[in-house]
């Protein structure tokens, strides 16, 4: 799959320069998707490839709803008619189900796009809940501290991260253990 550097400059072109922690944060979780190739096989650039399309929707130029996964993947099905598989990961990364709950959009996410294969939407997850808002590389429970402090309690960002966490620790935890796994396979004792 070519879409790699398509993604990195179609993400660069619509975050460095109005959002630009934001395009740091996606720089980030792109180097962190990458680093998952030896776990990924086949898929490893379209889980590359989203996590640096997966912020997108976040551009003044794209957001329409608000909610910056469903903004994000329309884009990308309907102007770039982006591989199917991308769109689905853009548009449910990060508990976004949990979030298009809260903001009254479930049934549009659910009817205009499947949810995309879960050790792939696992990966993507890894990728964005252990990458800060600057970059860095971070724990998952660091992280999502960092995301509740950001938003007041009653705000739906906030509701919606308290009640996806489990999944998103899950997700993150499963895929440290399959990189842990595959790392004790590549050093035999």
Do not use: K
Request: hydrophobic fraction near 40%.
């Amino acid at each position: 799959m070519e879409h790699v550097p398509w993604a990195r400059e179609l993400a660069r072109a619509l975050l460095e320069e109005p959002l630009s922690r934001r395009w740091a944060h996606t720089r980030g979780v792109a180097r962190q998707a990458h680093s998952l190739r030896g776990i990924l096989g086949t898929d490893a650039d379209l889980v590359h490839a989203s996590a640096w399309l997966h912020d997108i929707g976040y551009s003044p130029r794209l957001a329409a709803t608000g909610f910056h996964p469903l903004d994000g993947a329309r884009y990308l099905r309907n102007v770039h008619h982006a591989d199917e598989r991308l769109c689905r990961l853009v548009a449910y990364h990060s508990g976004a189900l949990v979030e298009a709950e809260e903001r009254g959009l479930h049934s549009e996410l659910t009817r205009e796009f499947d949810p995309p294969p879960g050790p792939l939407l696992d990966a993507l997850t890894y990728a964005d809940m252990t990458t800060g808002p600057d970059g860095d590389h971070l724990p998952v429970e660091q992280r999502l501290a960092e995301i509740l402090h950001r938003y007041s309690p009653g705000d739906l960002v906030h509701r919606a991260i308290t009640r996806s966490s489990p999944m998103l620790t899950a997700s993150a935890h499963s895929v440290e253990q399959r990189l842990a796994e595959t790392r004790a396979g590549d050093h035999p004792m």
